[in-house]
């Protein structure tokens, strides 16, 4: 089922249209630049013929003392034949004479013609007989004696009208075809840009986790779809990963909880099979406690599992010393019995941190727990606290049997137990995936490695807050306790 969201779009067609219509933007932009430049090309050599001709008629009237007359012809002829009204006019403006009938109805400018007087040329463009006129205003040669004249030549701008329109059709329609072309080759290359998206697509929703190791290969050698390939083969193998989890969850947790319902409902059986003693329904019944215990211990630790990866534990945080919170915690272990030899290992100074002390002493008992229930008896078990590259260090080391290499990574996994530990005494395994997440939440890191003596060794990276200056009386309590590291045998 594909999801669609209710303002999606396509991309391939917004990339067409945005192209398509960039590039008419920049061609209409091209040419109309284009169009003004040549109509700026046209007045300007217009305005050079006209000086010209208004030259000639100048001298025109210096040596002949008037201007040269055209017969009477029609005005569209003469405006495509010649094109030249010339009008003289006196200082009032009015005209005197033109060279043509059709120059006695020529607009006049009273700015030109004030210009014209004070011996500036000057062009401007009017409008006359429908169509635009430019006229180029000049002064003119006293003759018999006459001042202030002006000479007027005006041209009609029908024909360059007429080529600017026909150019503006020849580049409107050129817009138009390069714009339809580039509408196509727009589509043709949106189609091409998305279609790898398209196979990465298919590719990933063939995906379907029930077959391991699916994962993107299209286009994956392409620079710009490289970190997206990699990005959705980082997800699906997070995903693999999920139901490879959510799998073992399911039966492993079926095995834990079959387990001890089993037991009890073997005990229950025994027990109404006929008439028993009164000490054998106590030891019936201790058994049956003993099995309901090891189901209250699964179901609180995925509670708190649940509550570690929900981020909904809270942190009470206080400063501690961590060599008095081992120590406790090695105390505690050792009221309950036990055959280990267990060595407390701390350093002279103080190892503070901030933590929360339930928590973390919870996971240090988890540490020390698992150390002595996976060792035989006798076995030496070192726990040690000290400062190692600025960080609080505690670290549960035995001389076990150990583990081999490739579980260590798995230890911290919900779930997770090697084979030697399928024990029915091995815990629901979710005692280290609760340790790693209480440390993480205090800003550490813990980490399974084999260890010094032989066996096993967890270590727990924690901040280190840094201690105040001593004051004198625990400057002189240091001096009086013996130097170096301190060895202790809890047991």
Same mark, same amino acid.
């Given at each position: 089922?594909?999801?669609?969201?209710?303002?999606?779009?396509?991309?391939?067609?917004?990339?067409?249209?945005?192209?398509?219509?960039?590039?008419?933007?920049?061609?209409?932009? %091209?040419?109309?630049?284009?169009?003004? +430049?040549?109509?700026?090309?046209?007045?300007?050599?217009?305005?050079?013929?006209?000086?010209?001709?208004?030259?000639?008629? /100048?001298?025109?009237?210096? #040596?002949?003392?008037?201007?040269?007359?055209?017969?009477?012809?029609?005005?569209?002829?003469?405006?495509?034949?010649?094109?030249?009204?010339?009008?003289?006019?006196?200082?009032?403006?009015?005209?005197?004479?033109?060279?043509?009938?059709? =120059?006695?109805?020529?607009?006049?400018?009273?700015?030109?013609?004030?210009?014209?007087?004070? +011996?500036?040329?000057?062009?401007?463009?009017?409008?006359?007989?429908?169509?635009?006129?430019? *006229?180029?205003?000049?002064?003119?040669?006293?003759?018999?004696?006459?001042?202030?004249?002006?000479?007027?030549?005006?041209?009609?701008?029908?024909?360059?009208?007429?080529?600017?329109?026909?150019?503006?059709?020849?580049?409107?329609?050129?817009? %138009?075809?390069?714009?339809?072309?580039?509408?196509?080759?727009?589509?043709?290359?949106?189609?091409?840009?998305?279609?790898?998206?398209?196979?990465?697509?298919?590719?990933?929703?063939?995906?379907?986790?029930?077959? =391991?190791?699916?994962?993107?290969?299209?286009?994956?050698?392409?620079?710009?779809?490289?970190?997206?390939?990699?990005?959705?083969?980082?997800?699906? #193998?997070?995903?693999?990963?999920?139901?490879?989890?959510?799998?073992?969850?399911?039966?492993?947790?079926?095995?834990?909880?079959?387990?001890?319902?089993?037991?009890?409902?073997?005990? /229950?059986?025994?027990?109404?099979? +006929?008439?028993?003693?009164?000490?054998?329904?106590?030891?019936?019944?201790?058994?049956?406690?003993?099995?309901?215990?090891?189901?209250?211990?699964?179901?609180?630790?995925?509670?708190?599992?649940?509550?570690?990866?929900?981020?909904?534990?809270?942190?009470?945080?206080?400063?501690?010393?961590?060599?008095?919170?081992?120590?406790?915690?090695?105390?505690? #272990?050792?009221?309950?019995?036990?055959?280990?030899?267990? /060595?407390?290992?701390?350093?002279?100074?103080?190892?503070?941190?901030?933590?929360?002390?339930?928590?973390?002493?919870?996971?240090?008992?988890?540490?020390?727990?698992?150390?002595?229930?996976?060792?035989?008896?006798? *076995?030496?078990?070192?726990?040690?606290?000290?400062?190692?590259?600025?960080?609080?260090?505690?670290? /549960?080391?035995?001389?076990?049997?150990?583990?081999?290499?490739?579980?260590?990574?798995?230890?911290?996994?919900?779930?997770?137990?090697?084979?030697?530990?399928?024990?029915?005494?091995?815990?629901?395994?979710? +005692?280290?995936?609760?340790? #790693?997440?209480?440390?993480?939440?205090?800003?550490?890191?813990?980490?399974?490695?084999?260890?010094?003596?032989?066996?096993?060794?967890?270590?727990?990276?924690?901040?280190?807050?840094?201690?105040? =200056?001593?004051?004198?009386?625990?400057?002189?309590?240091?001096?009086?306790?013996?130097?170096?590291?301190?060895?202790?045998?809890?047991?």
């Amino acid at each position: 089922m594909r999801f669609r969201s209710p303002t999606s779009f396509s991309l391939q067609r917004t990339l067409a249209v945005r192209f398509s219509v960039t590039m008419f933007a920049g061609l209409l932009g %091209l040419a109309l630049w284009g169009y003004l +430049g040549v109509r700026d090309t046209l007045i300007q050599q217009l305005d050079r013929s006209l000086e010209s001709s208004a030259q000639l008629q /100048v001298d025109n009237l210096v #040596a002949h003392g008037s201007l040269a007359v055209h017969g009477r012809t029609e005005l569209g002829r003469f405006i495509q034949q010649i094109n030249r009204f010339v009008a003289l006019r006196d200082s009032t403006g009015r005209i005197l004479t033109g060279n043509i009938s059709f =120059a006695q109805s020529l607009p006049l400018e009273v700015a030109a013609l004030q210009q014209a007087h004070r +011996g500036r040329r000057v062009f401007v463009t009017q409008q006359w007989q429908d169509h635009g006129l430019r *006229s180029i205003y000049l002064p003119a040669p006293r003759i018999d004696g006459a001042a202030g004249r002006v000479v007027q030549v005006g041209a009609s701008l029908f024909p360059i009208e007429g080529s600017l329109n026909h150019v503006l059709l020849r580049m409107v329609g050129t817009v %138009l075809l390069v714009s339809l072309a580039t509408a196509i080759g727009a589509g043709w290359l949106a189609a091409s840009a998305v279609r790898p998206v398209h196979r990465i697509t298919a590719q990933a929703r063939a995906i379907t986790g029930e077959v =391991a190791g699916g994962r993107i290969t299209a286009h994956a050698e392409v620079s710009e779809f490289h970190g997206l390939t990699e990005v959705i083969n980082a997800m699906v #193998a997070r995903l693999e990963a999920a139901a490879q989890w959510h799998r073992r969850i399911i039966r492993d947790l079926g095995h834990d909880l079959r387990t001890p319902i089993t037991a009890m409902r073997a005990g /229950v059986e025994v027990a109404l099979w +006929g008439e028993r003693s009164p000490d054998d329904y106590r030891r019936i019944l201790a058994s049956t406690l003993e099995e309901i215990d090891r189901l209250t211990l699964i179901c609180d630790a995925l509670v708190l599992l649940g509550r570690l990866q929900a981020g909904e534990v809270k942190l009470d945080v206080t400063e501690m010393d961590a060599r008095q919170l081992a120590r406790t915690v090695v105390t505690g #272990a050792l009221e309950d019995g036990g055959r280990h030899q267990v /060595v407390l290992v701390t350093s002279r100074d103080p190892v503070l941190i901030r933590a929360d002390a339930r928590l973390m002493r919870m996971i240090l008992q988890q540490l020390l727990d698992n150390a002595r229930r996976y060792t035989p008896e006798g *076995s030496r078990i070192e726990f040690t606290v000290g400062v190692r590259n600025g960080e609080a260090v505690i670290t /549960v080391e035995d001389n076990g049997p150990g583990l081999a290499d490739d579980v260590l990574p798995h230890l911290f996994e919900p779930f997770y137990r090697s084979d030697r530990a399928r024990a029915r005494e091995g815990g629901p395994g979710l +005692g280290l995936t609760a340790t #790693a997440s209480i440390v993480a939440l205090h800003g550490g890191t813990v980490a399974a490695e084999r260890s010094s003596l032989g066996g096993l060794g967890v270590t727990v990276r924690l901040p280190r807050v840094t201690p105040s =200056a001593p004051t004198r009386p625990a400057i002189l309590a240091r001096a009086a306790a013996s130097s170096g590291t301190s060895r202790e045998p809890a047991g």
